[in-house]
Nanobody
Framework: VQLQASGGGLVQGGGSLRLSCAAS????????VGWFRQAPGKEREFVAALGWNDLSTVYADSVKGRFTISRDTAENTVYLQMNSLKPEDTAVYYC?????????????????WGQGTLVTVSS
């Protein structure tokens, strides 16, 4: 499966963005889809993940209550709605997928990756 991440940009603190992760080549059915981010000089960090079939979700504590992961079956796309953005959310955001129904937190468990989209939050 090929992943295409989009939706990044520059936003002021407190603002919102919605990231998209579209799949081509096959559907997300049976997959876990996750979002990760990596800021300059830092390690890749888990953000959120979703089990496509049962809509189970997990979130990093740092984004819980502000970010929401969801899916659109018709569009074969996973979204990350990001509200109340903070400067510390600035990073390149990546979507990833793995053939498991359980949402995964550890980036090494994902086999498929999108190209990343940059989110910059100004103070």
């Amino acid at each position: 499966v090929q992943l295409q991440a989009s939706g990044g940009g520059l936003v002021q603190g407190g603002g919102s963005l919605r990231l998209s992760c579209a799949a081509s080549g096959r559907t997300f059915s049976g997959y876990a889809v996750g979002w990760f981010r990596q800021a300059p000089g830092k390690e890749r960090e888990f953000v959120a993940a979703l089990g496509w079939n049962d809509l189970s979700t997990v979130y990093a504590d740092s984004v819980k209550g502000r970010f929401t992961i969801s899916r659109d079956t018709a569009e074969n796309t996973v979204y990350l709605q990001m509200n109340s953005l903070k400067p510390e959310d600035t990073a390149v955001y990546y979507c990833a997928a793995d053939r498991t129904p359980t949402p995964l937190r550890y980036w090494r468990e994902y086999d498929y990756w999108g190209q990343g989209t940059l989110v910059t939050v100004s103070s």
